[in-house]
């Protein structure tokens, strides 16, 4: 049964612009990591089918735009219009550092899969790979394209998406740094996109209010969803590898089935645009966030 478990009212003084969801290798808790336009992060404990504050980490100067945890779930990350990405130590609440990702210079962040490097996208059609032990500017992969929004590495470690502000899709090989695959399927910004837990298919976000997914090997299109009735903000993969959600500016958040690309269920529970939704570890919960300041909590029957 698909229903809103826990509703965090008042979680930000402002929008929600992004979430993600993390597990602790060491001791296995939940954690939950907001970041907002009042300039603050703030880390979550999910605990006991509710969520309780545990860190407010200040650094940031302006809005926050995105944050992700490793895999391991120790450390998060974050990047703000300050142009800075910072990188918190989620057990003590501490900032570990700050990198200076140039003018307005780092949007989506993401951890690779192994942690070990931080990718982010730029204003002139850069992706930039920081080390997370460096803390400095390891290489990049050069799109010669427009604004990135947003970005994905693939589970397997092999890929790297990248979504444009003019609706263009890159797809980079990591180990030669290539461009492998130009996909022109949107003809508006890319807000988010998600690889399969196999790797191989891409689900893509955007302003068309469309959701696409790809083969990633071939390049082809495979789906093209519709049912928002508006931008669509976010996309996230289900780790069972048969679901993906979504969220949107008209207030919903949607489960869709990959093998029907039918959607399974639709909560309407946001007062506002949803910005950020993401799936817990086993996929049985889901997290969204957006303008109206909530954080919500939804099962998801696997």
């Not at 939940?30 to 200040?58: A, F, M, N, R």
């Not at 909560?267 to 889901?286: P, R, T």
Request: proline share 2%; with cysteine.
């Amino acid at each position: 049964q698909y229903s809103i478990l826990f509703k965090q009212e008042h979680a930000h003084d402002d929008a929600i612009w992004t979430a993600a969801w993390g597990r602790s290798e060491k001791d296995g808790s939940e954690t939950i990591v907001t970041g907002s336009l009042d300039d603050l992060v703030k880390v979550w404990k999910w605990c006991d089918e509710k969520l309780e504050l545990q860190w407010t980490l200040e650094g940031h100067q302006l809005g926050v735009v995105s944050v992700d945890i490793s895999h391991n779930g120790a450390i998060a990350a974050s990047s703000s219009l300050d142009s800075h990405i910072r990188l918190w130590d989620l057990e003590s609440g501490k900032q570990i550092k700050a990198m200076d990702a140039g003018p307005v210079d780092a949007w989506t962040v993401a951890f690779s899969p192994d942690s070990k490097y931080i990718a982010t996208g730029s204003h002139l059609g850069k992706v930039n790979i920081f080390g997370v032990e460096s803390t400095k500017k390891e290489y990049s992969l050069d799109t010669r394209g427009k604004f990135i929004l947003s970005i994905a590495y693939s589970p397997d470690g092999k890929y790297l998406a990248s979504g444009a502000i003019d609706g263009i899709i890159n797809i980079f090989d990591i180990a030669t740094g290539k461009l492998l695959h130009t996909l022109e399927g949107h003809a508006m910004p890319i807000r988010s996109l998600t690889f399969s837990p196999d790797s191989q298919l891409l689900v893509t976000a955007s302003d068309d209010g469309y959701i696409k997914i790809y083969d990633v090997q071939h390049a082809n299109l495979a789906g093209t969803l519709s049912g928002h009735g508006s931008w669509v903000l976010n996309v996230a993969f289900c780790p069972d590898d048969s679901h993906f959600v979504s969220s949107s500016s008209d207030k919903s958040v949607k489960v869709w089935d990959v093998a029907s690309r039918a959607c399974v269920n639709t909560f309407f529970d946001h007062q506002d645009q949803v910005w950020s939704v993401k799936y817990n570890g086993n996929g049985s919960k889901v997290v969204s966030a957006g303008d109206d300041r909530a954080i919500h909590i939804y099962d998801c029957p696997v």
